[in-house]
């Protein structure tokens, strides 16, 4: 559905390179996590894609239409959500609901039963304006403006940005079912919890990929055994940890510390620590995470 | 050990609706406190009373030992603030930031110069001293305002939301920076939507519609509710709330 | 057609519920015109004159007497001559002064004709009128009684003439003047605010990315602010008819016309400015900085164009409002008609056409 070449792309006349050698394709029915930090590249790519910028280089489509020539065609089969998308604030829900309906030459009732499941929530509120909205509510009525004219292929750049936790379960919850319909789904995230809900996912740093595999196969990749060291005092375990000469890499990890030896088999970092005084510290080997996956990669 | 922040029943209504209902709770001198809620729970407005910002509607606490109804000057000398969307002067430098936070505070220019240097020291900052804080890296910029409110030494630091949108490893050397601060005996508040991140913290507190709804250790949190994560834990108190912003 | 007028309603919806705009709309061109109104109708008492009296005769004698007795005026002194005039005006210290000519009453006499110099300092257009109207009729007064008391016709003749400003342009004026200021002000402004709002919202984006074409966004953007700026033509029409007694004199139609044609000329640059800016206060800056400052100083309503430097008189050619504001003098107070106007509507149509062509171009289908 969505297929990139070699995409780059600089800003300020080629001073400041934002995206670099990008490939990679999305499935139809998928959905495709881009995963990476604050200014990694991630809006430069959706922008491309849903032909609102120009790539340098390169080749891109969507839904088998090329982003420069068939922008037209695109335009009409895509739903897209920016980042710092906020809706109409001095326009009710309704109001904003009905306008891009009618923007894309539809209405709210021909498409409804796309909408429902998502809109039944907000619909109390109809007549409140969007300004006055929560950030979970803002959210849902986003989804709902780019859904509207039922598109194949849906954009969504940092939906949950600045969302609490309950309203993002929420959120993903409505993505998967709208992967059961059959649409096909690129959504970026800064949170590395998000990335075991796509189906594949491309971590993504400073305008590069770093790897792009299933949730599973990433963290099957880890190279090395990872382990959690629990126990003492946090700070000083930390900094003891990250002396010891057998330590690869060390970093706290709620309330443990998730750590890599450059051996494997590392039998006397427990009497290392009784010797530094620490009380009562257990490790054990642990599955990495995602975001285990994406540190071990940047430090790279 | 005296508690640096202790609120009893603390309450702030607007009009009918009562944002923050008899909050009772205590800080302890170099703890890690979370600070949790939904969007529109209160966790804003709490803040704002504990800062002196807000006047409470009812209720007592007090701050370093300073009343927040009367002593509010006293306050602001004796905490930091950073929250992600305002901290530093995007067109002064580094160091014209540090000096500027350092004097609004009222410290001697020496003190300043030495605060100064110190600060690049720890932040190996010491190559960037001269640049634009807009050309930092995001992550680097949050290193910096934090490190910027502890410049006059406070007692307690409140971050609001300080990590949103850096990467993993910058994330967690910005923790670094604040296990490193209360273990000089700095107390540290934090409102954080990353659920991991309330798992470093000494103690967490949860807020559905203006009520604490859980406060304690993530590790005992955990066992109470019966499940492996506080995201879990979370999830289970703040879906029964009621409200929204 | 559907999707446009959805998009019209919109547009209205977002300026009805945004009181500080509408504020801004409606109370500007308000503002203006009571200002000027208040302005223009204060009674004007107390002027300090000068007389020059060369005859020294009983009639000039009566008559001054008559000048100096009413409440209007305030006789300093008796010059001896003319020369020190010039001096007494540059200094501001009189108004106006009254010149007796040597031989006034062997004139009247002799001839049963006489004239007086009337002098006045029309820097101040409005006051000059009032002034010579008050000692014009003061005279004339004198002329009555004294064709009575002769029993014969007696005439005085008041010789006006006005200093600095003989063309007594001024007060009604302002009304022209205000409208373009007005005009150009609400129109650049509210249409740039208006897209980088969009763009600041991310609303843009969403817009780019649907069918609705690019152009029907402009066309729904300029329409609600064209006819909201048609409403404040009316506004201030009404509003100049009441309070400064200034009717159109000729026609409305080619009034509205020529007043659409500069409306949709200024949306055009409001189109323009909104191109280069990210935010809604730079949008702001560049329409107050750009806009104000040209069409306050080179419009020709508060500084003759006439006297200014060749460089400023060619500039002035540019601002559109330069010739609207030649179109509404003629049509508004002097009632020509469109032959007298018809060169400047022609100027007006080609700045249009040129503006939005340029505006429509470079109005981007991508973000930069």
């Known amino acids: 559905m969505i297929t990139l070449n070699n995409i780059k792309k600089t800003y300020n006349k080629g001073t400041v390179s934002a995206v670099q050698n990008i490939n990679f394709s999305v499935n139809k029915g998928e959905i495709f996590g881009l995963i990476g930090p604050d200014g990694a590249g991630k809006t430069t790519l959706f922008r491309i894609l849903t032909t609102l910028l120009l790539a340098d280089e390169g080749t891109a489509t969507v839904n088998g239409f090329d982003v420069v020539k068939d922008y037209g065609k695109i335009r009409d089969c895509v739903g897209y959500m920016p980042g710092k998308f906020s809706l109409y604030q001095d326009l009710t829900i309704e109001e904003n609901l009905n306008f891009f309906a009618t923007v894309f030459g539809t209405t709210i009732r021909e498409n409804y039963h796309l909408i429902k499941d998502i809109y039944v929530q907000i619909e109390p509120f109809k007549n409140r304006r969007a300004g006055k909205l929560s950030g979970g509510m803002k959210q849902k009525l986003a989804l709902c403006c780019a859904l509207i004219h039922k598109p194949v292929v849906l954009f969504l750049d940092e939906p949950t940005t600045g969302v609490d936790v309950v309203s993002r379960k929420e959120f993903w919850e409505m993505l998967k079912r709208l992967k059961a319909q059959g649409i096909t789904i690129l959504v970026s995230t800064a949170y590395m919890d998000e990335a075991k809900l796509c189906d594949r996912i491309a971590l993504i740093q400073k305008g590069k990929i770093l790897s792009i595999e299933t949730p599973e196969k990433i963290v099957e990749s880890f190279p090395v055994k990872l382990f959690a060291i629990r126990g003492g005092k946090a700070y000083k375990l930390l900094e003891d940890m990250r002396a010891f000469n057998g330590t690869d890499s060390c970093f706290a990890f709620g309330d443990a510390l998730h750590v890599t030896f450059k051996n494997d088999e590392n039998n006397t970092v427990l009497q290392y620590l009784d010797s530094k005084g620490h009380i009562g510290v257990s490790i054990e080997t642990i599955t990495p995470t995602v975001e285990d996956c994406f540190i071990r990669l940047l430090k790279k | 050990m005296r508690p640096v922040i202790k609120t ?20 302890e001198k170099g703890e890690i406190f979370g600070f949790l809620g939904a969007n529109g729970a209160g966790k804003t407005t709490a803040m704002r009373m504990l800062c002196g910002l807000l006047m409470p509607s009812s209720g007592k606490a ?60 720890e932040l190996q900052l010491e190559k ?10 995001l992550g680097w910029k949050q290193k910096l305002a934090f490190s910027v409110s502890l410049v006059h030494s406070p007692d307690i630091v409140f971050l609001d939301e300080p990590t949103g949108g850096v990467d993993p490893v910058t994330r967690r050397q910005f923790w670094d920076l ?12 934090v409102t954080t939507h990353y659920m ?25 949190l955990k ?14 108190l703040a879906r029964k709330a009621k409200r929204s912003e | 057609m559907k999707q446009l007028l959805v998009f019209i309603r919109k547009e209205f919806l977002q300026v009805f519920r945004d009181r500080k705009t509408l504020l801004m709309l409606f109370g500007l061109p308000i503002a203006q015109i009571v200002l000027f109104g208040f302005a223009l109708s204060t009674e004007i008492k107390d002027s300090k004159i000068v007389v020059v009296d060369y005859a020294k005769d009983e009639t000039s004698t009566q008559i001054i007497t008559k000048i100096a007795g009413s409440r209007y005026f305030d006789v300093q002194q008796s010059l001896q001559s003319t020369a020190q005039l010039e001096a007494a005006f540059k200094k501001g210290i009189i108004k106006m002064a009254v010149v007796f000519p040597a031989n006034f009453s062997k004139d009247l006499l002799h001839t049963n004709h006489a004239t007086i110099q009337i002098i006045a300092d029309a820097s101040d257009p409005n006051t000059a009128t009032t002034i010579t109207n008050y000692i014009t009729n003061i005279i004339n007064t004198y ?12 005439q005085i003749v008041p010789e006006v003439q006005m200093l600095y400003n003989p063309e007594l342009k001024g007060a009604p004026n302002f009304v022209p003047g205000v409208m373009a200021l007005v005009l150009m002000l609400v129109c650049t402004m509210m249409t740039s605010v208006t897209i980088v709002k969009e763009k600041e919202l991310g609303t843009m984006e969403i817009l780019l990315v649907s069918p609705f074409k690019p152009i029907y966004i402009i066309f729904s953007k300029l329409v609600p602010n064209l006819i909201i700026s048609i409403v404040n033509l009316f506004i201030i029409l009404i509003l100049s008819s009441v309070f400064l007694d200034l009717q159109v004199k000729g026609s409305l139609l080619l009034l509205v016309f020529a007043t659409t044609l500069f409306i949709v000329t200024s949306l055009s640059v409001g189109l323009l400015l909104s191109i280069g800016a990210k935010t809604q206060q730079a949008a702001m800056t560049s329409s107050l900085m750009g806009m104000m400052l040209p069409t306050m100083l080179l419009t020709g309503f508060l500084f003759p164009i006439e006297n200014m430097p060749w460089l400023l008189q060619v500039l002035a050619n540019l601002v559109p409002s330069r010739w609207f504001f030649i179109i509404v003098k003629r049509v508004m107070l002097e009632g020509l008609g469109f032959a007298a106007v018809w060169k400047e509507i022609l100027i007006l149509v080609a700045m249009c056409a040129f503006l939005l062509t340029i505006s429509l171009r470079s109005f981007k289908i991508r973000l930069q």
């Not at chain 2, 109804?69 to 930031?97: A, C, P, W």
């Not at chain 2, 020496?110 to 600060?119: D, H, P, S, Y």
């Not at chain 2, 604040?178 to 508040?189: E, L, P, Q, R, S």
């Not at chain 2, 066992?223 to 289970?236: L, S």
Request: hydrophobic share 40%; with cysteine.
């Open chain 2, 8 to 27: 009893d029943k603390l309450t702030k209504r607007f009009g009918a609706f009562v944002a923050a209902n008899e909050l009772t709770f205590e800080v």
């Open chain 2, 223 to 236: 066992k109470k509710y019966g499940y492996d994560n506080i995201e879990d834990v979370f999830y289970e």
């Open chain 3, 143 to 154: 002329n009555v009684q004294l064709a009575n008391a002769a029993g014969q016709p007696l």
């Open chain 2, 62 to 121: 007090t701050i370093a030992g300073f009343d927040v109804y009367t002593q509010t000057d006293q306050i602001k000398r004796r905490i930091g603030y950073m929250s992600q969307k305002f901290s530093l002067y995007d067109d002064l430098t580094v160091t014209e930031n540090i000096r500027f936070y350092g004097g609004i505070y009222g410290m001697e220019i020496k003190e300043i110069k030495a605060k100064t240097l110190e600060l690049l020291a």
């Open chain 2, 178 to 189: 604040i296990y490193h601060a209360a273990d000089k005996g700095v107390t540290v508040f």
């Open chain 2, 196 to 220: 991991d991140e309330a798992e470093y913290c000494n103690r967490v507190s949860i807020m559905v519609d203006g009520v604490i709804a859980a406060l304690d250790s993530p590790a005992k």
């Open chain 2, 128 to 137: 960037e001293a001269k640049t634009l804080v807009r050309d930092l890296p």
